[in-house]
């Protein structure tokens, strides 16, 4: 089993930056992929950025160029920094990790509230 534990959001203007963290506990070995999901209110989840083992990374083409998906294997945490953030970047963003390369993500965070004033 494996939980995980998102932090670093809050209210930010636009233009600004923010860093979300989340941590990793539990079999941490039987991880291959980690991602950043975001919900804004009355709209889909979305998946936002990735990384894979081999530090293979995907990311929205919303947010190309400005968030970057990292991971710290040593402290077993996974990192989003979100540059120029925009007004609809706003939403609870949440983390997952999944122990196939593909397919649906095996575990979820509680989610961290972003929002970004215009």
């Known amino acids: 089993q494996v939980q995980l534990v998102e932090s670093g959001g809050g209210l930010v203007q636009a233009g600004g930056s923010l860093r979300l963290s989340c941590a990793a506990l539990g079999n941490i070995f039987s991880i291959n992929t980690m991602g950043w999901y975001r919900q804004a209110p009355g709209k889909e989840r979305e998946l936002v950025a990735s990384i894979s083992t081999g530090d293979r990374t995907y990311y929205a083409d919303s947010v190309k160029g400005r968030f970057t998906i990292s991971r710290d294997n040593a402290k077993n945490t996974l990192y989003l920094q979100m540059n120029s953030l925009k007004p609809e970047d706003t939403a609870m963003y949440y983390c997952?990790?999944?122990?196939?390369?593909?397919?649906?993500?095996?575990?979820w965070g509680q989610g961290t509230q972003v929002t970004v004033s215009s």
């Open positions: 997952a990790a999944r122990k196939t390369h593909i397919g649906r993500y095996d575990y």
